[in-house]
């Protein structure tokens, strides 16, 4: 337990806040570019692989360009997740409480022996 007495509040601030259930823009990003792996091996296992580059860089050069193409799509499926989110959102209320909290004179004493 703490040995600080909350007293009572000095004055409330309200205010009208928006609730809504917002996306993770970077999970998003983060999944496109996993499925963009993916897609990287994907596209590279089903074609066929020229002996004198060889299969990493190949995998490496088709990575350059699906990984990056799959943040884009993943940051796009939030942007629209996002637009869709204000519209289904709900304007409360809230309070704002300003308090003071001080240690009791007894406390003190015991802070200062320790």
Do not use: Q, W
């Not at 002996?51 to 699906?66: D, I, N, P, R, W």
């Not at 996002?82 to 003190?108: C, F, H, I």
Request: net charge neutral; aromatic share 8%; with cysteine.
């Amino acid at each position: 337990m703490t040995d600080e007495v909350p007293h009572d509040a000095d004055e409330e601030e309200r205010e009208t806040v928006a609730i809504r259930r917002a996306p993770k823009f970077s999970m998003f990003m983060l999944c496109g570019a996993i499925l963009g792996l993916i897609a990287t091996f994907v596209v590279v296992g089903l074609n066929p692989i020229d002996a004198e580059v060889g299969y990493s860089a190949t995998f490496g050069y088709f990575a350059l360009f699906f990984i990056p193409i799959g943040v884009l799509l993943g940051a796009l499926v939030a942007i629209f997740l996002d637009r869709r989110s204000t519209k289904r959102e709900s304007k409360v209320v809230a309070g704002k409480l300003d308090v003071r909290v001080e240690d009791e004179p007894s406390n003190k004493a015991k802070k200062n022996k320790k």
